[in-house]
């Protein structure tokens, strides 16, 4: 934007020294043809009065050594004719009134006429100066003097005006455009990238960006404050939103526990099957808001939280989770598969790759009916992918596409244990990391869901926590 602004004003700024330049320079061109002719008319002048006597007497000797005279000292033709058109007197040989250029002034000179300059003087018109003055005698034509200058010196002089006008408006050009349009547009665009980044900042979570609103034009300023003001009113409404969910998950927890102990506690006194049965069911139930109440309580943290992302070691994490899940997999005769080099660490969040994988290895289990599953790590630039693969049916276009938003689920995975929330709290770490998460067919078949994170600089920390007992989502 800057570029085409600039563009558009240094443009505009030419455009005046060019409205302001054109003038001056036809102006100084007319200048110059004029003092050319006034002088080439004087000379021609002189000689139509020496001609004067020459054309009554028919004595032409003084007339043509006059010539001869002032063509040697300014290079310049010239030739007296008679009122037959005839040359009687000439400067050089083989002059005559039909050379280019002479004849249409010639005839304006012998029906009378006053000499008229012929054109203006431009370095690219390479036509010689034609002057005809008549020679008169008692109000009767008897000729007229004719001189024919070559304009290569006056050429010469009204280019060197034009080149001197030409740097003096570059020059000027350049002035304006450093010293006035650079710093104008500078101070125009400045806070228009300022709200350009904050825009995205918001855009991309950080809800709290603000911009100076004391820089820029008024309108510009204006417009500051009002993002400034929309962007508090944005943060203060998903601060609250979080703030609900985490207080309203919490709030849950303990009523939702103490009802399903009191139907725990009525199974005892419950003697019908029928009703036994109702109460199991009910006690799934209770089992399934739990597991949403717990995942809407660790998404609310996830979003709210304030821990700076640290050094994580990937290969450390990715056996501590394969542990974890190998009874899983093993009960259920499902193979996993590890490669992850030493030495990759990352920079995340606290418990990134725990929840991640085991959200992704839970998925895999769940949805890859039993064939083998891969978790690989990668080193590529600055970043590192870890993948996890399963060899399951996998996910339709449609389904990627929504696949990781809240709550959402598969239709074909309905009747399937789980909340719909693992991916969307995991995606939602991995971008608080400084990362992403995306979701793809693999080949031939299957889902690869990628985790990509910022390599850390920081020394890896290869301690670990004892193993949980079991992974989330698992009895």
């Given at each position: 934007?800057?570029?085409?602004?600039?563009?558009?004003?240094i443009?505009?700024v030419?455009?005046l020294?060019?409205?302001?330049?054109?003038?001056?320079?036809?102006?100084?061109?007319?200048?110059?043809?004029q003092?050319?002719?006034?002088?080439?008319?004087?000379?021609?002048?002189r000689?139509?009065?020496?001609a004067?006597a020459?054309?009554?007497t028919?004595?032409t000797?003084?007339?043509?050594?006059?010539?001869l005279?002032?063509?040697?000292?300014?290079?310049?033709?010239?030739m007296?004719?008679?009122?037959?058109?005839?040359?009687?007197?000439s400067?050089?040989?083989?002059m005559?009134?039909?050379?280019?250029?002479?004849?249409?002034?010639?005839?304006?000179?012998?029906?009378?006429r006053?000499?008229?300059?012929?054109?203006?003087?431009?370095?690219?018109?390479?036509r010689p100066?034609v002057?005809v003055?008549?020679?008169?005698?008692?109000?009767?034509?008897?000729?007229?003097?004719?001189?024919?200058?070559?304009t290569?010196?006056?050429r010469?002089?009204?280019?060197?005006?034009?080149?001197?006008?030409?740097?003096?408006?570059?020059v000027?050009?350049l002035?304006?455009a450093?010293?006035v349009?650079?710093?104008?547009?500078?101070?125009?665009l400045?806070?228009?990238?300022?709200?350009?980044e904050?825009?995205?900042?918001v855009?991309?979570?950080?809800?709290?960006?603000?911009?100076?609103?004391r820089?820029?034009?008024?309108?510009?300023?204006?417009?500051?404050a009002?993002f400034?003001?929309?962007?508090?009113?944005?943060?203060?409404?998903?601060?609250k939103?979080?703030?609900?969910?985490?207080?309203?998950?919490?709030?849950?927890?303990?009523?939702l526990?103490?009802?399903?102990?009191?139907?725990?506690?009525?199974?005892?006194?419950?003697?019908d099957?029928?009703?036994?049965?109702?109460?199991?069911?009910?006690?799934?139930?209770?089992?399934?808001?739990?597991?949403s109440?717990?995942?809407?309580?660790?998404?609310?943290?996830?979003e709210?939280a304030?821990?700076?992302?640290?050094?994580?070691?990937?290969?450390?994490a990715?056996r501590?989770?394969a542990?974890?899940?190998?009874?899983?997999y093993?009960?259920?005769?499902?193979?996993?598969?590890?490669?992850v080099?030493?030495?990759?660490?990352v920079?995340?969040?606290?418990?990134?790759l725990?929840?991640a994988?085991d959200?992704?290895?839970?998925?895999?289990?769940k949805?890859?009916q039993?064939r083998?599953?891969?978790?690989?790590?990668?080193?590529?630039?600055e970043e590192?992918?870890?993948?996890?693969?399963?060899?399951?049916?996998?996910?339709?276009?449609d389904e990627l596409?929504?696949?990781?938003?809240?709550f959402w689920?598969?239709p074909?995975?309905?009747?399937v244990?789980?909340?719909?929330l693992?991916?969307?709290?995991?995606r939602?770490?991995a971008?608080?990391?400084?990362?992403?998460m995306?979701?793809?067919?693999a080949?031939?078949h299957?889902?690869e869901?990628?985790?990509t994170?910022?390599?850390?600089?920081?020394?890896?920390d290869t301690?670990?926590?004892?193993?949980?007992?079991?992974?989330?989502?698992?009895?």
């Amino acid at each position: 934007m800057r570029r085409r602004l600039l563009v558009i004003v240094i443009g505009l700024v030419a455009g005046l020294v060019a409205a302001l330049g054109l003038p001056l320079a036809v102006a100084g061109a007319d200048q110059a043809s004029q003092e050319l002719f006034i002088s080439r008319a004087d000379d021609t002048a002189r000689f139509a009065d020496v001609a004067e006597a020459a054309l009554s007497t028919g004595r032409t000797r003084r007339l043509t050594a006059d010539l001869l005279r002032y063509d040697e000292l300014y290079d310049t033709p010239v030739m007296v004719v008679n009122s037959d058109g005839q040359v009687v007197a000439s400067s050089r040989e083989g002059m005559s009134p039909e050379q280019e250029g002479v004849r249409v002034p010639l005839l304006r000179g012998l029906a009378g006429r006053p000499p008229q300059r012929p054109h203006v003087l431009w370095p690219w018109d390479e036509r010689p100066y034609v002057v005809v003055e008549p020679v008169v005698r008692d109000g009767r034509v008897l000729g007229a003097a004719v001189t024919i200058t070559p304009t290569d010196r006056a050429r010469e002089e009204v280019a060197a005006r034009l080149a001197v006008l030409a740097l003096g408006g570059l020059v000027a050009l350049l002035v304006v455009a450093l010293a006035v349009a650079v710093p104008v547009v500078r101070w125009v665009l400045r806070p228009v990238h300022e709200l350009d980044e904050a825009a995205h900042a918001v855009g991309s979570g950080r809800h709290a960006a603000h911009v100076s609103d004391r820089t820029g034009p008024p309108e510009l300023r204006r417009l500051a404050a009002s993002f400034n003001a929309m962007a508090d009113g944005v943060a203060a409404a998903v601060l609250k939103q979080r703030a609900f969910v985490a207080q309203a998950s919490h709030q849950l927890r303990n009523p939702l526990t103490a009802l399903r102990l009191r139907v725990e506690n009525a199974e005892s006194t419950v003697l019908d099957p029928h009703g036994r049965e109702e109460l199991r069911l009910a006690l799934e139930e209770a089992d399934r808001l739990g597991e949403s109440v717990d995942a809407l309580l660790q998404l609310a943290r996830a979003e709210a939280a304030h821990e700076p992302p640290g050094p994580i070691d990937v290969a450390a994490a990715v056996r501590r989770r394969a542990l974890a899940w190998r009874t899983a997999y093993d009960s259920s005769a499902t193979p996993l598969t590890v490669d992850v080099p030493e030495g990759l660490t990352v920079t995340g969040v606290p418990d990134l790759l725990d929840h991640a994988l085991d959200a992704l290895l839970d998925n895999a289990l769940k949805f890859g009916q039993g064939r083998p599953v891969e978790v690989t790590a990668r080193r590529l630039g600055e970043e590192v992918r870890v993948v996890v693969r399963d060899g399951g049916p996998g996910l339709t276009g449609d389904e990627l596409a929504r696949a990781g938003d809240r709550f959402w689920r598969s239709p074909r995975h309905q009747n399937v244990p789980g909340t719909g929330l693992g991916l969307a709290i995991t995606r939602t770490l991995a971008e608080r990391s400084g990362g992403s998460m995306t979701l793809s067919a693999a080949r031939p078949h299957g889902l690869e869901v990628i985790l990509t994170l910022p390599v850390s600089g920081a020394p890896s920390d290869t301690s670990a926590p004892p193993p949980r007992a079991a992974p989330a989502g698992t009895s």
